[in-house]
């Protein structure tokens, strides 16, 4: 049966509309956008507030979904990733059950599709049925050990498995991964797939490749890997991905905390294709840091927004993501941000004919907002705003 609902606002994935509604078929795709006059308000259900296209979450690490709540905040990358290593003996059961608790945590916080970093192989019973829509970067780094292909055959292995399911092989960040991996990635994808890879997440990351200094090479000694054979190339480390990755892949540049606007540049001419995700509250939680977005918006970057992993996150949950970039750089407008959770997402996992707006014939799930207030012109959330997926 066909339903209208209604609402103050709708944002249709770029703008605003007021007092608009949506002709529905209860599959939840989209028959028609109604203006206000051109319909009996007595014959909508209303709902008080704003509705959005469902949440795109760009980048999180499902598998690591057992590790919540465990580790220390504000400690800095080095400390946490030496963390994450070294927590290692955990029940598959366990691993399992917080693999679909997460699941059903973002479905439930109003995400429809995920963009998500696998090392292993856990997530593929969940990704094969849940609701959500899940594009998976399977990642590989060999700590810059160049020419070892004993680090690429398990990988394969991985992404092997994830045959049938929306996929790529893809680096893990400028510091992990050496020329000759990403040769081998290169050589693995087509141009249809999606490339994701951390970026500029701390200081110490340009130091390595500026000069070699930072806690990098000491963190890899203590693996037993020696950094001896590596030669800085006196630039940030983004240039060493731009000299190693084929720019014909869509990218995805993941964090970005540390990124100059000289650096956006140089990517965006590089790439066109490239999408710049933010993880807002797993950087606080990290590095106790937010990247500048007037660095991004100055350059007209294509910005999207993701959850990172609930190791290093309270939860996954894009409007909190939203509600922490408007705390702390309160110059920028909900409408802007909302744009970067809903149709950029989509268009950064190539969804965006399904997800990220509202369009007629588009299934893109719908989500209510509500607590929010209205300053001038301006759509605001409240400090207390609660989304709840309607379809
Ligand atoms: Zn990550």
């Not at 588009?362 to 209205?374: A, F, R, S, T, Y």
């Amino acid at each position: 049966m066909r339903r209208l609902i209604a609402s103050d606002y709708l944002f249709d994935g770029c703008r605003f509309m007021t007092n608009h509604a949506l002709l529905l078929e209860d599959t939840g795709e989209i028959i028609d956008i109604v203006p206000q006059g051109a319909f009996e308000p007595r014959d909508a259900y209303f709902y008080p507030g704003l509705i959005t296209p469902g949440f795109i979450n760009a980048h999180c690490h499902l598998e690591l979904s057992h590790l919540k709540g465990l580790f220390n905040t504000g400690t800095g990358l080095i400390p946490f990733l030496n963390d994450v290593v070294s927590q290692r003996d955990f029940a598959q059961e366990k691993i399992d059950e917080a693999i679909q608790t997460a699941d059903a945590e973002m479905w439930t916080n109003g995400i429809v599709a995920v963009g998500d970093i696998s090392n292993k192989t856990d997530t593929i019973g969940i990704k094969r049925r849940s609701n959500i829509y899940y594009y998976t970067f399977v990642e590989c780094f060999d700590f810059l050990q160049n020419g070892s292909d004993a680090f690429l055959k398990p990988y394969l292995e991985v992404y092997d498995s994830f045959t049938g399911l929306p996929r790529a092989m893809v680096p893990h960040a400028p510091y992990s991964v050496s020329p000759s991996l990403f040769e081998s990635i290169n050589s693995v994808n087509s141009s249809a797939h999606i490339i994701s890879i951390h970026n500029q997440e701390v200081n110490d990351e340009d130091q390595l490749f500026i000069s070699k200094q930072g806690g990098f090479e000491n963190f890899y000694r203590k693996f037993g890997f020696s950094l001896d054979h590596f030669i800085p190339n006196g630039k940030t480390s983004v240039h060493y991905t731009m000299e190693h990755l084929n720019p014909d892949f869509q990218l995805l540049l993941v964090h970005n905390t540390c990124m100059s606007d000289t650096d956006i540049r140089s990517v965006m001419k590089w790439n066109l294709n490239t999408f710049f995700v933010t993880c807002p509250n797993a950087n606080l939680f990290i590095e106790n840091k937010l990247p500048d977005y007037r660095h991004f918006t100055s350059c007209n970057a294509n910005l999207c927004i993701g959850t990172d992993s609930l190791s290093s996150n309270w939860n996954l949950s894009i409007l909190e993501e939203i509600k922490t970039i408007l705390k702390y750089q309160s110059y920028l407008e909900l409408g802007e941000v909302l744009q970067w959770a809903t149709s950029n997402g989509a268009k950064a996992l190539k969804v965006d004919q399904q997800f990220g707006s509202l369009k007629s014939g588009m299934k893109p799930g719908l989500n209510w907002i509500q607590d929010i207030e209205v300053a001038g012109k301006e759509v605001r959330l409240k400090e207390n705003a609660r989304v709840q997926k309607i379809i």
